[in-house]
């Protein structure tokens, strides 16, 4: 041995491997006529699983494989990383879970062939049963027909074999004896009667019964195919559900197995209807109606709309009756309900009070309820609508409406004046009659309702009530001091001075008008006030005129509809009914009213979503339906080049945004005019903010504010908030902004007037003017025109003015002078040069 042999030391075992469960091996195979041959196979080993020390028990399975094609012998494999420890028996886990599951998949597959044998088995038994009974039942019905027969035959058999019946001879036909031999018997052949057999026949019927018995039971392929038993069997539900199938398939072809019967139908019109709208109120089809209007000469489609008399020929031509509505006719007219006279039972008056800013009007009614609105009004004005009800020491009760004074506010007080009853003119003794105390007698006529007037403030120095009436005659106002047929009264609302005096008045111009309603009906009330209040959703102040109003009753006021879920008075208590002449609070409405509405309450929701949506359709056609174009209009649209000034209202109240709306207006002139981008009553939101924010515009909040939500988007898309407590501090800052909008007012001031006598080349291209100043003077920098034949030919500036050579500042009249004008040089001998100088003004609206 070599010394490196010797070297190198011996493993103590073997390395540690696989095991190859393939070997290559060869077989020799031996063919006819001496010829052989070797083949490569390869041998497997199967693996046994089973107790320790059982393996060593087991025998190898060979396993012989031919081979495709010899191989040379393989090259030892290289070295492999060691793999996860076998489990069992040799066995790694991976080798176990894929035998296991391959034996879970032969033993299926075995019990599902086990399963198919048997399943076959048992048809071909029950096949080989059923053609068995079959068979037994066609030899026992060939076996019963047989016997029916030999019956049958034997019993003729049995009529044909009995003896003839003899006719018997009488004596005179008889032959006398001649023999001593009787004489042979002579018989007439007649043909042998045919005798009942009631025994035999029974017998047969009885057998037949029996067997009829026996097989009613039995439903053979004979009964089936001749249809017999057909009334004592029911039909399947497999054949009722054909026969459904069958109806269903003929009504989608549009050829129903049975015509029915056409059903007549009361079909209602309105005065414009769709022809697939009426097709579906008379129950045709919509190509049947416009086959009809093409043979009328109508070439319409389902969608268009048609007209009442067109509607109407169709429904009586398809024989059908026809109702005509108008959608006026959804329209509730309480003007045509009128309460018979012996329902009617006496109601407190409504007395409004009405007069100038600042007369004492909301101070004389605290005075007469005992209580301080005035202290929480901004500003000390009234600016609201709001609503009282006073007790009479005699326990009579008087509603009180307190109107603003202020002139943005005309709409309340001509609302204010139409739902009462009397109205109270407060006039200030100090400060006699005002332009909205003028106002106010206008809207008592126009209401035609009796006047009281009030003068108010007669403990102030300088207070002469004599003044007040003797103005008053300016207007038609006679009081009863002047021999007219109008109370007064003298009272003083801060030293309570003549109050008991003006309510005895109120009292007795009360009996005079002998105020009725009738409290048991349907309330029907005018809408005072409406606002949106956070908590409480959309609330209306409601006066009630007749009938009553009750928790849970549906009404409709305007283009809203409600459900009264509760009822608050002036004093914050809450009642559960409200008769004539009441003012309550009513919540529970879909949406905020306009001020002036009439709620009236229906008998259920449907009729009020009706009658809202009628009322709403018609508020959209009066929004949207434009004036006739003319060319007129068209021209005026084109020339009128008005600023315009987009704003966003919201206020707390509808009257007030009515108000806001209609002062705003009013500020609009030919060169800016406000546009009212959305007006609205509650705080003020998200949306509110990306209307305005489109558009640029800032948000006037009137008593109201925005909420956290509103004022971030407001931070990040630079939306302005405009707030206020009191109108006219609104209008004043409306006013600013608008008239700053348009910038400063500049006025053109004529400084002097130039005749062009000649014109001279200065310089290359320009042209100088020789000038004889008319009027005034010229002065060099002035901004000029130059006119020929009074028409303007080009604006200028005067860049130099020369005078014998010599540049100079100022021209005189009566002087002559060379100009230099800037940016033209059309001039011509015999133009006019005019001079003016700009200067700018603050813009006042």
């Given at each position: 041995m070599s010394e490196e042999t010797k070297d190198t030391p011996k493993p103590a075992r073997k390395p540690l491997g696989l095991k190859r469960s393939v070997e290559p091996g060869e077989v020799k195979q031996t063919f006819s006529h001496g010829r052989t041959n070797k083949v490569v196979v390869e041998v497997k080993r199967k693996k046994l699983v089973g107790k320790p020390g059982a393996q060593e028990a087991a025998k190898e399975i060979v396993k012989e494989t031919p081979a495709p094609a010899p191989k040379p012998a393989p090259k030892p494999a290289p070295k492999k990383q060691p793999v996860a420890p076998k489990v069992d028996d040799g066995l790694t886990r991976q080798e176990l879970q894929a035998k296991l599951l391959r034996e879970a998949e032969e033993a299926r597959l075995e019990a599902m062939q086990e399963a198919r044998k048997r399943d076959t088995l048992e048809k071909k038994e029950q096949t080989a049963e059923e053609k068995k009974r079959a068979e037994e039942n066609r030899k026992a019905e060939e076996e019963q027909a047989r016997k029916a027969k030999e019956d049958i035959a034997a019993a003729e058999k049995a009529a044909a074999e009995a003896p003839p019946v003899a006719e018997p001879v009488s004596e005179e036909t008889a032959a006398p004896k001649t023999d001593a031999r009787p004489p042979a018997r002579k018989f007439t052949p007649v043909e042998s009667p045919k005798r009942p057999k009631p025994e035999k026949k029974e017998q047969k019927v009885g057998r037949e019964d029996r067997a009829d018995r026996r097989q009613s039971g039995k439903l053979t392929v004979n009964r089936a195919l001749r249809g017999e038993d057909g009334a004592a069997r029911a039909r399947s539900l497999a054949a009722l559900k054909r026969a459904r199938e069958k109806e269903k398939r003929a009504q989608r072809s549009g050829r129903p197995s049975e015509p029915r019967e056409k059903q007549i139908r009361s079909v209602i019109v309105p005065e414009a209807i769709t022809v697939q709208e009426l097709a579906k109120r008379m129950g045709e089809k919509g190509a049947d109606l416009v086959k009809s209007l093409f043979n009328m000469g109508s070439m319409v489609t389902v969608n268009q709309t048609i007209d009442q008399d067109t509607a109407e020929l169709l429904v009586e031509e398809f024989g059908h009756n026809i109702q005509r509505v108008s959608e006026s006719d959804v329209e509730i007219d309480t003007n045509a309900d009128v309460d018979p006279e012996e329902t009617l039972m006496p109601r407190p008056p409504v007395v409004t009070i009405m007069g100038h800013v600042d007369h004492g009007k909301t101070s004389l009614l605290d005075a007469l309820r005992g209580t301080d609105v005035v202290a929480g009004e901004a500003g000390g004005i009234t600016q609201h609508i709001g609503a009282y009800q006073v007790t009479m020491k005699n326990g009579d009760k008087v509603t009180f409406l307190d109107t603003p004074g202020h002139e943005a506010f005309t709409e309340m007080r001509m609302r204010g004046a139409n739902v009462t009853d009397i109205v109270i003119l407060v006039v200030a003794a100090d400060d006699g009659l005002m332009p909205q105390?003028?106002?106010?007698?206008?809207?008592?006529?126009?209401?035609?309702?009796?006047?009281?007037?009030?003068?108010n403030k007669i403990d102030k120095e300088g207070a002469d009530p004599t003044t007040v009436r003797t103005r008053l005659l300016e207007h038609e106002i006679i009081v009863e001091e002047m021999s007219g047929d109008v109370l007064d009264a003298e009272v003083s609302a801060l030293k309570k001075i003549g109050l008991e005096e003006l309510m005895d008045k109120i009292h007795v111009q009360a009996e005079l008008l002998e105020l009725k309603a009738r409290p048991d009906r349907p309330a029907e009330g005018a809408v005072v006030e409406a606002k949106l209040d956070i908590g409480r959703g959309p609330v209306a102040t409601v006066l009630i005129e007749r009938g009553t109003l009750k928790r849970g009753d549906v009404f409709?006021?305007?283009?809203?509809?409600?459900?009264?879920?509760?009822?608050?008075?002036?004093?914050?208590?809450?009642?559960?009914?409200?008769?004539?002449?009441?003012?309550?609070?009513?919540?529970?409405?879909?949406?905020?009213?306009?001020?002036?509405?009439?709620?009236?309450?229906?008998?259920?929701?449907?009729?009020?979503?009706?009658?809202?949506?009628?009322?709403?359709?018609?508020?959209?056609?009066?929004?949207?339906?434009?004036?006739?174009?003319?060319?007129?209009?068209?021209?005026?649209?084109?020339?009128?080049?008005?600023?315009?000034?987009?704003?966003?209202?919201?206020?707390?109240?509808?009257?007030?945004?009515?108000?806001?709306?209609?002062?705003?207006?009013?500020?609009?002139?030919?060169?800016?005019?406000?546009?009212?981008?959305?007006?609205?009553?509650?705080?003020?939101?998200?949306?509110?903010?990306?209307?305005?924010?489109?558009?640029?515009?800032?948000?006037?909040g009137f008593n109201v504010r925005p909420n956290a939500k509103a004022r971030e988007i407001a931070k990040r898309d630079g939306v302005r908030f405009k707030y206020f407590d009191i109108i006219y501090d609104l209008t004043d800052d409306i006013r600013a902004e608008m008239a700053g909008e348009l910038g400063p007012e500049k006025i053109e001031n004529v400084v002097g007037r130039a005749e062009v006598k000649d014109v001279f080349k200065s310089g290359k291209k320009d042209k100088a003017a020789g000038l004889l100043v008319t009027e005034g003077a010229l002065r060099k920098g002035l901004f000029a025109r130059l006119t020929r034949d009074d028409v303007i030919v080009s604006a200028t500036t005067i860049a130099s003015l020369r005078r014998f050579k010599d540049d100079v500042e100022e021209v005189r009249a009566g002087m002559e002078c060379g100009a230099v004008l800037e940016d033209t040089n059309d001039i011509k001998p015999g133009d006019m040069l005019e001079v003016f100088q700009v200067t700018e003004k603050e813009r006042v609206l």
């Open positions: 105390t003028i106002e106010a007698i206008n809207h008592t006529k126009a209401a035609g309702v009796p006047m009281i007037v009030a003068i409709v006021v305007g283009s809203q509809t409600g459900k009264v879920r509760a009822m608050i008075d002036d004093k914050g208590q809450q009642v559960k009914e409200a008769g004539p002449s009441t003012p309550v609070e009513v919540l529970g409405i879909s949406g905020v009213p306009s001020a002036g509405d009439k709620l009236t309450v229906v008998e259920n929701e449907g009729r009020a979503r009706e009658v809202a949506a009628y009322r709403a359709e018609q508020e959209k056609l009066k929004r949207t339906t434009q004036a006739p174009t003319s060319l007129e209009n068209m021209f005026s649209a084109a020339a009128n080049s008005a600023v315009e000034f987009p704003v966003l209202v919201k206020a707390d109240v509808q009257g007030s945004t009515e108000a806001i709306v209609q002062a705003l207006n009013k500020i609009s002139n030919d060169d800016i005019k406000v546009r009212i981008l959305h007006s609205g009553v509650g705080a003020i939101t998200e949306s509110d903010v990306t209307l305005a924010g489109a558009s640029k515009a800032p948000i006037i």
